[in-house]
């Protein structure tokens, strides 16, 4: 991708040819190796480099076109920018969006270099000698059907016909680990685990490793359950995933266009227990992909969602925020129209509890570790849900593997049911969350 002054300058220039007074450009470039092996091995190798920006133009009349392009020399600006400008004289005339009126703001001071990309040779050898030592950590393990080893340099820009320009660097890498028993007379029992850090070097492969290999073996014992109510434990990777899967809740584009659980009288209402609260922070230590700036060129913050069980916020683009009288969070994403999604959630306790709960002491405690199959058993705009997963019953300490088993319920309902929310919080990819305790939920056995 050429650097981001000529892009500004060619786009520029190539505007003023053409008689396009105002136009914005989001662009990002991708630099990606992964590998993937099989019983010793290489099964996969993949390196792609990825580049494309998003123009919107505006005319005369202020309506606004946008058009998408991998070709980002003077001639692929110059198409660009004449399709949107095309374009713009078929776009919508009411809420026309605009710029943001925080793409000059300050963006957050944050590390953001790049890490030097390891060899693709490094990377093999890695995963060939984590798969093999995963194999020989017990008997019963006989593969690792699903492994990844990847790394990832990204640079994106923003920039406007106003004058705004920004650009951030970021590396990442990660692993992920997925191992398969097989036993006579038994049936396969899986498990994995993933870790993500700025480079490969950083990676914790061994926590990955000790990880995946402890819960696969901790299902090889397993009993059925009986299905009723139970009070069920969510793992932080769990409630992470149910959250994001309910994530209309906080999305003001969802709300707009009534596809969502909220509207926007729900503000300041009870939606969950006391003992809960949630933010979106994009900026959290914790989060490896960390943003500065949105789509839209907005900067990215901590956004208070949930505070002691009261809803107190929603996640905006510069349009959401403008029709409902609200300002921009930064999490617009510009595509073929600007869409809203979330960062990293960070889950946390609210209000004290009356009283504390361990699974140390706790009996006949579900405790669900992996939900399954979110794209078929959720019901978004219901609230309901009904997942296959993986976990445990849990009694006095003793943990015993579940054989197969789904959990049910409403999430609107789960987040009153909270009954205590665990202080010691767990970094993941998707968010920050501890454990929680949730009373009352349907669990149907096999």
Not at 248 to 267: H, M, V
Not at 369 to 383: C, E, I, S, T
Request: net charge negative.
């Amino acid at each position: 991708m050429s650097s981001l002054n000529e892009i500004a300058s060619e786009a520029k220039e190539k505007a003023a040819q053409l008689g396009i007074k105002k136009f914005d450009i989001y662009g990002s470039s991708v630099d990606e190796t992964s590998v993937q092996v099989d019983r010793g091995e290489p099964k996969q190798v993949k390196a792609s480099q990825r580049s494309g920006v998003t123009v919107r133009v505006w005319n005369e009349n202020n309506t606004v076109g946008i058009t998408s392009t991998t070709d980002v020399d003077a001639n692929g600006l110059e198409l660009a920018l004449k399709t949107a400008y095309e374009a713009s004289f078929f776009g919508a005339k009411e809420h026309v969006p605009d710029f943001s009126p925080e793409a000059f703001a300050t963006v957050a001071d944050i590390p953001n270099e790049k890490a030097p990309q390891a060899p693709v040779s490094n990377l093999i050898e890695s995963l060939i000698s984590v798969e093999k030592q995963l194999m020989e950590a017990h008997p019963a393990i006989k593969g690792v059907p699903y492994n990844g080893l990847s790394q990832r340099d990204i640079d994106k820009f923003y920039l406007n016909s106003e004058g705004a320009l920004r650009n951030e660097s970021r590396s990442y890498a990660s692993i992920y680990l997925y191992s398969k028993t097989e036993e006579e007379g038994r049936k396969p029992r899986s498990a994995g685990a993933v870790r993500m850090n700025r480079s490969v070097e950083l990676l914790d492969i061994d926590g990955c490793l000790k990880e995946a290999a402890e819960k696969t073996i901790s299902h090889l014992n397993y009993e059925k359950v009986k299905s009723g109510k139970y009070c069920v434990v969510f793992s932080p990777e769990a409630f992470l995933d149910l959250l994001g899967a309910f994530s209309n809740l906080f999305n003001a584009q969802s709300i707009l266009d009534k596809q969502s659980l909220s509207t926007p009288e729900s503000l300041g209402g009870q939606i969950a227990s006391p003992l809960l609260s949630v933010c979106d922070d994009a900026l959290h230590s914790g989060n490896i992909s960390a943003e500065t700036f949105d789509g839209e060129g907005t900067p990215t913050r901590r956004v208070s969602l949930v505070e002691n069980g009261i809803l107190t916020g929603f996640l905006h683009s510069s349009g959401t925020a403008k029709r409902l009288n609200a300002q921009p969070t930064g999490h617009a994403n510009m595509g073929a129209k600007v869409t809203v999604g979330s960062h990293f959630y960070h889950v946390f306790p609210g209000n004290p509890a009356e009283r504390e709960y361990s699974l140390d002491t706790a009996e006949n405690i579900i405790y669900v570790d992996d939900l399954q199959a979110l794209h078929a058993g959720v019901k978004a705009l219901q609230g309901s849900f009904s997942l296959p997963f993986d976990g445990w019953m849990v009694s006095n300490g003793k943990w015993t593997s579940i054989d197969s088993a789904t959990v049910a319920g409403d999430f609107l309902q789960v987040l009153k049911s909270i009954v205590f929310v665990e202080k010691e919080e767990k970094v993941t990819p998707r968010g920050v969350c501890p454990r929680i305790w949730v009373d009352g939920l349907s669990i149907t056995g096999d």
